[in-house]
């Protein structure tokens, strides 16, 4: 497989985004989000939220990543929330402001949120390293049917491992400045920034899933990153 910096959209395909007549992401009467379909043998990504904390516009950043019969949850928070079976729900920072709603969401699966791996059935999710705090925090390596994805969506430098990705779902939480935490204890990546080293490291496509204000400044002031797109909650992305 040839890889290659660019926006080209090749195989990757963005599908529905499940928006209800007001442009708003289609929920249950819980905040969860709908089952999407049958359990099939496709690679799926639905974006369960693209919001930074406190987003004023957006849920908590979240994906659902499907393979054949695996459906695994990876972060999100209130109105953030897969409907229907999990396998897993894996988190990137297990110390997380929405961790106790985290919690509470997962146990309604029978499920742990926590920082792991996962492996089944053709599907495997690892977790790497990120910089983004003065505690661990991870991203996700997610492998399946030659693919390989990136799901990191916080962090202050870029993660070297998401070099040459099929695609990376990433931090725009900045939009032309870092945001840094007091003590130098972390923050997050300009997201003008990471669309350069996500093209520089060969990154197939670029999504952005963690939207913060100065970002959503941009997109309403009629910005594009050079390299990427904005994601939306709701939108979901096959790989063949």
């Known amino acids: 497989m040839n ?28 905040g969860r989000q709908p089952a999407h379909r049958p359990p099939g043998s496709g690679l799926r990504f639905t974006l369960l939220g693209v919001g930074a904390m406190n987003s004023p516009r957006y849920a908590p950043a979240g994906l659902l990543a499907e393979y054949a019969a695996a459906r695994v ?3 999100g928070g209130p109105g953030a929330a ?23 969401l ?11 791996n996962y492996a089944d059935g053709g599907l495997a999710i690892t977790p790497h390293p990120v910089v983004h705090t003065s505690h661990p925090t991870f991203g996700y390596l997610i492998e399946a049917a030659g693919r390989r994805i990136a799901w990191a969506p916080e ?11 099929d695609l990376m779902f990433a931090e725009a939480a900045g939009w032309a400045r870092p945001i840094r935490f007091a003590h130098r204890a972390g923050g997050h990546a300009a997201a003008l920034t990471v669309a350069e080293l996500a093209a520089q490291h060969r990154v197939r496509r ?4 963690h939207i913060g204000r100065p970002s959503i400044a941009a ?3 009629g910005q594009a990153p050079p390299f990427g797109e904005f994601g939306t909650d709701g939108a979901i992305y096959t790989l063949s």
């Open 3 to 30: 890889v290659y910096a660019g926006n080209r959209r090749a195989d990757v395909r963005p599908e529905a985004a499940g928006r209800d007549a007001g442009g708003k992401t289609a929920t249950n009467d819980d």
């Open 73 to 75: 949850a990876i972060d």
């Open 82 to 104: 897969p409907n229907g079976p999990l396998a897993a729900w894996l988190v990137t920072d297990e110390r997380a402001e929405l961790i106790r709603e985290l919690r509470r």
């Open 106 to 116: 997962a146990a309604a699966h029978h499920l742990v949120p926590q920082v792991g």
């Open 155 to 165: 962090f202050l430098e870029f993660p070297p491992w998401a070099a040459g990705m």
């Open 206 to 209: 670029l999504v952005f899933a």
């Open 219 to 221: 997109i309403d002031g």
